[in-house]
């Protein structure tokens, strides 16, 4: 269920946590976004100076940057590309990697920067790249949130 957005990690557990509706919560977030979580779990009641493996245990996890991250490593740049390809985008993925700022980045940087270059694109695109995926390759948070629930 999206909340929209980590800063609304307190309210979101508030509503649905222990102290509210107390259904059974579990997520994930951005590497950037480890502070707000970690701060609304303990807000919320669930712990104190929780570390990482603190949250895991309450089932949050923690992208290594953000979700497109893991999933552009797991898939790998060719294998994006394809799926970016098939989405009728390839062409708007390769003017974005003509621009001077980005010609010299890694392809994996490019194709994660193109993901936020659009409203609604990081969304869409990580459904896309979900459905791509080889079940024994799902990166670590995704597959660990999953088993959670």
């Given at each position: 269920?999206?909340?929209?957005?980590?800063?609304?990690?307190?309210?979101?557990?508030?509503?649905?946590?222990?102290?509210?509706?107390?259904?059974?919560?579990?997520?994930?977030?951005?590497?950037?976004?480890?502070?707000?979580?970690?701060?609304?779990?303990?807000?919320?009641?669930?712990?104190?100076?929780?570390?990482?493996?603190?949250?895991?245990?309450?089932?949050?996890?923690?992208?290594?940057?953000?979700?497109?991250?893991?999933?552009?490593?797991?898939?790998?740049?060719?294998?994006?590309?394809?799926?970016?390809?098939?989405?009728?985008?390839?062409?708007?993925?390769?003017?974005?990697?003509?621009?001077?700022?980005?010609?010299?980045?890694?392809?994996?940087?490019?194709?994660?920067?193109?993901?936020?270059?659009?409203?609604?694109?990081?969304?869409?695109?990580?459904?896309?790249?979900?459905?791509?995926?080889?079940?024994?390759?799902?990166?670590?948070?995704?597959?660990?949130?999953?088993a959670y629930v």
């Amino acid at each position: 269920m999206p909340m929209g957005g980590a800063t609304n990690i307190r309210s979101f557990l508030n509503q649905y946590g222990p102290h509210g509706l107390n259904v059974r919560l579990a997520g994930l977030c951005d590497a950037g976004e480890e502070g707000d979580y970690r701060r609304g779990l303990e807000s919320a009641g669930l712990g104190s100076g929780l570390t990482r493996a603190g949250m895991e245990r309450l089932g949050f996890y923690v992208c290594v940057a953000d979700l497109e991250d893991e999933l552009i490593r797991s898939l790998g740049a060719d294998a994006v590309e394809r799926v970016i390809d098939a989405h009728g985008e390839l062409e708007l993925f390769r003017t974005f990697q003509r621009q001077p700022q980005w010609r010299a980045r890694k392809r994996e940087e490019q194709l994660r920067r193109f993901f936020g270059t659009h409203s609604g694109r990081k969304i869409e695109s990580a459904a896309l790249l979900v459905e791509a995926l080889d079940l024994t390759r799902v990166p670590r948070p995704l597959d660990a949130v999953l088993a959670y629930v």
